[in-house]
């Protein structure tokens, strides 16, 4: 598949070189999607953390359903890769 670029307005093919290039660039995308997969994971995971942060206060006694939960998101990192297949539970 040749790819194009345009310069002043004229289509004009890929040098192999840039296509090599370019092909390295995809290649380190894609080999990186796991990385991006696992921080979108975290970030949504310390959000809920957070904003149950409050139950973990000293003069407020955590449920246990809390502890279970907390614990829950706090595990998510460890058994999922894929962020559409995460089970995030519902807060007590």
């Not at 296509?19 to 995809?26: D, L, S």
Request: proline share 3%.
């Amino acid at each position: 598949m040749h790819r194009y670029k345009r310069i002043d307005g004229v289509r004009i093919q890929f040098t192999e070189e840039e296509e090599t290039a370019r092909n390295v660039e995809e290649q380190a995308w894609a080999d990186a999607r796991p990385a991006r997969e696992m921080e979108r994971i975290r970030e949504y995971r310390n959000g809920l953390l957070s904003a149950t942060d409050w139950t973990a206060n000293s003069d407020v006694t955590m449920s246990s359903d809390m502890k279970t939960y907390r614990q829950m998101l706090r595990d998510i990192p460890a058994s999922n890769t894929i962020y559409e297949d995460v089970d995030w539970g519902t807060k007590p």
